[in-house]
T-cell receptor, first 114, second 111 residues
Framework: DAGITQSPRHKVTETGTPVTLRCHQT?????MYWYRQDPGHGLRLIHY???????DKGEVSDGYSVSRSKTEDFLLTLESATSSQTSVYFC?????????????FGDGTRLSIL | QKEVEQDPGPLSVPEGAIVSLNCTYS??????FMWYRQYSRKGPELLMY????GNKEDGRFTAQVDKSSKYISLFIRDSQPSDSATYLC???????????FGTGTRLLVSP
């Protein structure tokens, strides 16, 4: 298994509260990604990071922010959670954007916003 | 229309059957194609990774890419109940590694 740990694994919270999800890797990979997975939509990229303090937006970034202060940690923050952000969130890592370096995924965080 | 289309299933087969899973896509710039397997309440696990057109075999799994038809397939021989999972196709163009995923096909292999 790729050394990826996501925390928490499950969370229930209320609309309007801030939420932070953590992804921790032990592979020293440069690239880290946050996805959400929803029925009928598959996996969609929220934000990604290509190095410490270097991040950029993905396909569905509205309402989310990220930070990466260390190579091993990538945080996803829902600034003011809404019910539409109820989803399963996956972190992924890859060694580079070279095309022989596919992404490997963690086991996800199930987030419910009531 | 989605960039990548994948039948959601479920696809139910008996143990030992040959399974064919497929995706179609619209972006001719895609060059690299992946299949991920996802068990319930787990993350996607990379199964196969192929470049451009052609076949790639790994044990009971064969990935096939037909770029002229914008069609990719994953074949599973001698299917086992442990193969029951959701299979996601993913693809990317050259340059930046921004994967585009299909929605997944759920496979059920009965003993």
């Amino acid at each position: 298994d790729a050394g990826i740990t996501q925390s928490p694994r499950h969370k229930v919270t209320e609309t309007g509260t801030p939420v932070t999800l953590r992804c921790h890797q032990t592979e020293n990979h440069r690239y880290m990604y946050w996805y959400r997975q929803d029925p009928g939509h598959g996996l969609r990229l929220i934000h990604y990071s290509y190095g410490v303090k270097d991040t950029d937006k993905g396909e569905v970034s509205d309402g989310y922010s990220v930070s990466r202060s260390k190579t091993e940690d990538f945080l996803l923050t829902l600034e003011s959670a809404t019910s539409s952000q109820t989803s399963v969130y996956f972190c992924a890592i890859s060694e580079s954007t070279g095309n022989n370096q596919p992404q490997h995924f963690g086991d996800g965080t199930r987030l419910s916003i009531l | 229309q989605k960039e990548v289309e994948q039948d959601p299933g479920p696809l139910s087969v008996p143990e030992g059957a040959i399974v064919s899973l497929n995706c179609t896509y619209s972006n001719s710039a895609f060059q690299y194609f992946m299949w991920y397997r996802q068990y319930s309440r787990k993350g996607p696990e990379l199964l196969m990774y192929t470049y451009s057109s052609g076949n790639k075999e790994d044990g009971r799994f064969t990935a096939q890419v037909d770029k002229s038809s914008k069609y990719i397939s994953l074949f599973i021989r001698d299917s086992q109940p442990s193969d029951s999972a959701t299979y996601l196709c993913a693809m990317v163009n050259t340059g930046f590694q921004k994967l585009v995923f299909g929605t997944g096909t759920r496979l059920l292999v009965s003993p």
